[in-house]
């Protein structure tokens, strides 16, 4: 599986490029499909970014990934 870097992620926050990918626990997931993350913001949370940290606030488990493709690893 290809690799990213934390700026390489950064750029897929749809507004840069087309495509709008988040970062969980290592792996970079492909949301642009997604309604809820037009324009690469969803609620207070923004695209391009590791949001693992930021999950343990949100309204719903990390299941919610399950529907998503995984497109690489976030290089640490």
Do not use: C
Not at 22 to 27: H, I, M
């Amino acid at each position: 599986m290809q690799e990213y870097t934390r700026a390489q992620l950064a750029l897929r926050n749809g507004q840069d490029r087309d495509e709008i990918w988040v970062a969980y626990k290592g792996e970079i997931y492909d949301v642009t499909k997604s309604r809820l993350w037009r324009r690469g913001q969803h609620y207070e949370h923004w695209a391009g970014q590791d949001l693992t940290h930021e999950l343990q606030d949100a309204p719903h488990t990390a299941y919610v990934f399950d529907k998503f493709s995984v497109v690489g690893i976030l290089k640490k």
